[in-house]
């Protein structure tokens, strides 16, 4: 728990925070002007947390405890959901006590979970309740099995089933869907303002999302580092969202759900708007664009970090190739609703 000189001439100081699910230690970090000052941060946060222990702390409160902790490093949506999961899902165990907790008594809450939804709720609610308890008890070690994950096929829209949405969306949802038809996430798109947009090619890096109290707040950097990229737009895209200041979408994203819900209960269509993004990725790979391309493209996690790095500047004519490849058929598409 000694403290370290930073660069900048405060002095940092860590303490064991908790174990996660994967084995990871993870710590929380004091920093003070002086390395007595630090330490004394860090000695503080420890003995706070056994005092917690003594105190017979529950899961319930080690649960709001860990969320509280989290505020400042986590995006608001995070946190947003972990209240929602919090106050949903967690009664039958929270009042039990975090030092008294087995590995039996969490077994038994999860198949009961199990029963009533999915594996991946189950496993969400997991990954909300492990920390948690092991922020205030980091000795504990917990074996529980979780419900094997259900295989789901993903859904990709057809072109004629992407054309009939076209032909009936109402201009300002038809904005939308030749956003998200560029694989555009429903945050990204009502982020996107006209300003980001140079010479056709949109620069996505800012998303819309809900704050801790579900207010719709403009986060200035993207899901993740890959969804930070620029993208050439197709000409006919460029023609639907026109010209103009400020924002493209002038909604939330939560309304443009409802509007899209909608549209597609009105034609008997079985999509959600985000399936538009699985029509993206599989009319990439039915015209043998290679996946690192489409990757970057719509902002997916790239299959090889090594690869981008090695051979980004030797391929990058290729990519505005591929993009150009891609923009054709989408221009294709929406141009025949046109006419």
């Known amino acids: 728990m000694k403290a370290r000189k930073l660069p900048s001439g405060m002095w940092r100081a860590q303490a064991y925070a908790f174990t996660d699910g994967d084995r990871r230690q993870h710590k929380e970090s004091f920093t003070a002007p002086t390395k007595a000052e630090a330490e004394m941060l860090a000695n503080e946060y420890k003995a706070?947390?056994?005092?917690?222990?003594?105190?017979?702390?529950?899961?319930?409160?080690?649960?709001?405890?860990?969320?509280?902790?989290?505020?400042?490093?986590?995006?608001?949506?995070?946190?947003?959901?972990?209240?929602?999961?919090?106050?949903?899902?967690?009664?039958?165990?929270?009042?039990?006590?975090?030092?008294?907790?087995?590995?039996?008594?969490?077994?038994?809450?999860?198949?009961?979970?199990?029963?009533?939804?999915?594996?991946?709720?189950v496993k969400n609610v997991y990954a909300l309740l492990t920390p948690s308890i092991a922020l205030y008890n980091p000795d504990i070690v917990l074996k529980v099995t979780l419900p094997a994950k259900r295989k789901k096929r993903p859904v990709s829209p057809s072109d004629d089933a992407?054309?009939?949405?076209?032909?009936?969306?109402?201009?300002?949802?038809?904005?939308?869907?030749?956003?998200?038809?560029?694989?555009l996430r429903r945050s990204e798109m009502c982020a996107l303002k006209y300003e980001d947009i140079t010479d056709g090619v949109a620069h996505i890096h800012a998303a819309i999302v809900q704050d801790k109290d579900d207010k719709w707040i403009y986060k200035?950097?993207?899901?993740t580092s890959d969804s930070d990229r620029c993208l050439k737009l197709p000409r006919?895209?460029?023609?639907?969202?026109?010209?103009?200041?400020?924002?493209?979408?002038?909604?939330?994203?939560?309304?443009?759900?409802?509007?899209?819900?909608?549209?597609?209960k009105e034609l008997g269509l079985n999509i959600r708007l985000h399936d538009l993004r699985h029509y993206f990725a599989s009319t990439a790979a039915v015209?043998?664009?290679?996946?690192?391309?489409?990757?970057?493209?719509g902002g997916w996690q790239r299959g090889s970090a090594v690869m981008k790095k090695v051979y980004q500047n030797n391929i990058r004519s290729m990519s505005e190739y591929y993009n150009e490849k891609i923009n054709a058929h989408l221009d294709n598409i929406i141009q025949e609703d046109a006419n």
């Not at 860990?66 to 039958?92: C, D, H, Q």
């Not at 200035?220 to 899901?223: G, M, N, T, V």
């Not at 895209?237 to 597609?264: A, S």
């Open 220 to 223: 200035p950097y993207p899901k």
């Open 287 to 297: 015209l043998d664009i290679p996946d690192i391309y489409t990757e970057d493209f």
């Open 48 to 121: 706070r947390r056994k005092r917690s222990l003594r105190n017979d702390l529950t899961i319930g409160d080690a649960i709001d405890g860990y969320i509280k902790a989290k505020e400042g490093v986590l995006s608001p949506s995070t946190i947003r959901g972990y209240a929602k999961m919090r106050a949903r899902y967690f009664a039958a165990i929270e009042r039990k006590k975090v030092r008294s907790i087995t590995s039996e008594d969490i077994q038994v809450y999860i198949s009961e979970l199990a029963a009533k939804y999915s594996p991946k709720t």
């Open 236 to 264: 006919a895209v460029l023609d639907i969202i026109g010209e103009g200041k400020g924002y493209i979408i002038t909604c939330n994203p939560e309304t443009i759900t409802k509007r899209f819900y909608d549209l597609r």
């Open 162 to 183: 992407v054309r009939l949405l076209l032909n009936n969306a109402p201009p300002s949802l038809r904005k939308c869907i030749v956003l998200a038809m560029c694989a």
